[in-house]
């Protein structure tokens, strides 16, 4: 008896209905990998952030309570002793300069003799790291971590990408300019479209979900979202875009501009910021308490 036997397969029905279930799954699960994603890295970044709030804490019980200054820069010292920045003078205490790179700055990284392939993401607070060690210049001490009125106000440090230039590929230890990005000057938002005229001026990154992580000068880390609305932009109109992040008992002024004709600049943003100069008239901005 000859037997036959018939080949099974998809209609088109059944394939429309199960590529339409994988298309809904697919919309329902993508997000929530995403924020998965996120929240992952903003748990790294908070993590690393801590380590460094106890480093410079740690330096500072060893410096008579002093902060490190925002770098120190002597051009007569041997190739790789000449440049060293805050994160360097904390190195004693962190032995990890992994913890100054952020996941999410994808910009290149630079050739450097002590950490490989490095850029650092963070920076502290302007006005806390105040002094800069140089021969020949004399400029003002940090602060003394004793002396913050309410240190668990008072940011020590948040996340700031450094600029990329091309000259400090091979020579990233060796330059002074590689420093003056080591501090943060205000909270400005560094995602502002280039088409605000304040997007020059960005300073915070607020990566994740339009928030970014701060380390506080008593050594816990938050996450603070931008929340700055300046009343008019430069055609005088209004806008919503929130253009920084303000912080309870910092001034909302941003450093040198305060006083400037266009004082919108000066609303929505807290001042970290401080004069390096012992005879310079300019103010520095005040900590939470003062």
Same mark, same amino acid.
């Given at each position: 008896?000859?037997?036959?036997?018939?080949?099974? #397969?998809?209609?088109? /029905?059944?394939?429309?209905?199960?590529?339409?279930? /994988?298309?809904?799954?697919?919309?329902?699960?993508? =997000?929530?990998? $995403?924020?998965?994603?996120? +929240?992952?890295?903003?748990?790294?970044?908070?993590?690393?952030?801590?380590?460094?709030?106890?480093?410079?804490?740690?330096? $500072?019980?060893?410096?008579?309570?002093?902060?490190? @200054?925002?770098?120190?820069?002597?051009?007569?010292?041997?190739? *790789?002793?000449?440049?060293? +920045?805050?994160?360097?003078?904390?190195?004693?205490?962190?032995?990890?300069?992994?913890?100054?790179?952020? =996941?999410?700055?994808?910009?290149?990284?630079?050739?450097?003799?002590?950490?490989?392939?490095?850029?650092?993401?963070?920076?502290?607070? &302007?006005? /806390?790291?105040?002094?800069?060690?140089?021969?020949?210049?004399? !400029?003002?001490?940090?602060? !003394?971590?004793?002396?913050?009125?309410?240190?668990?106000?008072?940011?020590? +440090? %948040?996340?700031?990408?450094?600029?990329?230039?091309?000259?400090?590929?091979?020579?990233?230890?060796?330059?002074?300019?590689?420093?003056?990005?080591?501090?943060?000057?205000?909270?400005?938002?560094?995602?502002?479209?280039?088409?605000?005229?304040?997007? +020059?001026? %960005?300073?915070?990154?607020?990566?994740?979900? #339009? *928030?970014?992580?701060?380390?506080?000068?008593? #050594?816990?880390?938050?996450?603070?979202?931008?929340? %700055?609305?300046?009343?008019?932009?430069?055609? %005088?109109?209004?806008?919503?875009?929130?253009?920084?992040?303000?912080?309870?008992?910092?001034?909302?002024?941003? &450093?040198?501009?305060?006083? $400037?004709?266009?004082?919108?600049?000066?609303? &929505?943003?807290?001042?970290?910021?401080?004069?390096?100069? @012992?005879?310079?008239?300019?103010?520095?901005?005040?900590?939470? &308490?003062?």
């Amino acid at each position: 008896m000859k037997s036959t036997s018939k080949k099974m #397969g998809f209609t088109l /029905i059944e394939l429309l209905v199960v590529i339409a279930i /994988i298309a809904i799954l697919a919309a329902i699960l993508f =997000p929530v990998l $995403s924020q998965a994603r996120i +929240a992952a890295k903003k748990a790294s970044t908070v993590s690393a952030m801590k380590q460094q709030a106890l480093s410079i804490i740690m330096y $500072s019980d060893d410096q008579d309570s002093m902060a490190p @200054p925002r770098y120190s820069y002597n051009a007569t010292a041997p190739l *790789g002793q000449r440049s060293y +920045a805050w994160e360097q003078l904390v190195q004693p205490y962190t032995k990890n300069y992994a913890i100054f790179m952020s =996941p999410e700055d994808g910009r290149p990284r630079y050739n450097t003799p002590f950490a490989g392939q490095y850029r650092r993401s963070f920076a502290m607070a &302007g006005n /806390i790291a105040i002094a800069i060690q140089k021969p020949g210049l004399t !400029t003002k001490p940090s602060r !003394t971590i004793s002396s913050i009125a309410q240190p668990a106000d008072s940011v020590l +440090a %948040g996340m700031k990408f450094m600029l990329h230039r091309p000259q400090f590929a091979n020579a990233y230890w060796e330059i002074e300019q590689w420093n003056f990005e080591a501090v943060i000057y205000n909270t400005r938002n560094a995602q502002l479209p280039l088409t605000d005229p304040r997007a +020059a001026f %960005g300073e915070i990154q607020n990566v994740y979900s #339009g *928030g970014s992580v701060f380390a506080y000068a008593d #050594g816990h880390v938050a996450v603070k979202k931008a929340n %700055g609305f300046s009343q008019t932009n430069q055609t %005088g109109g209004s806008t919503t875009v929130p253009h920084g992040t303000k912080l309870d008992g910092y001034e909302e002024r941003a &450093g040198s501009w305060v006083g $400037s004709p266009d004082s919108f600049w000066d609303r &929505g943003i807290s001042c970290l910021e401080a004069e390096v100069s @012992p005879t310079s008239t300019n103010r520095d901005c005040i900590l939470p &308490g003062e």
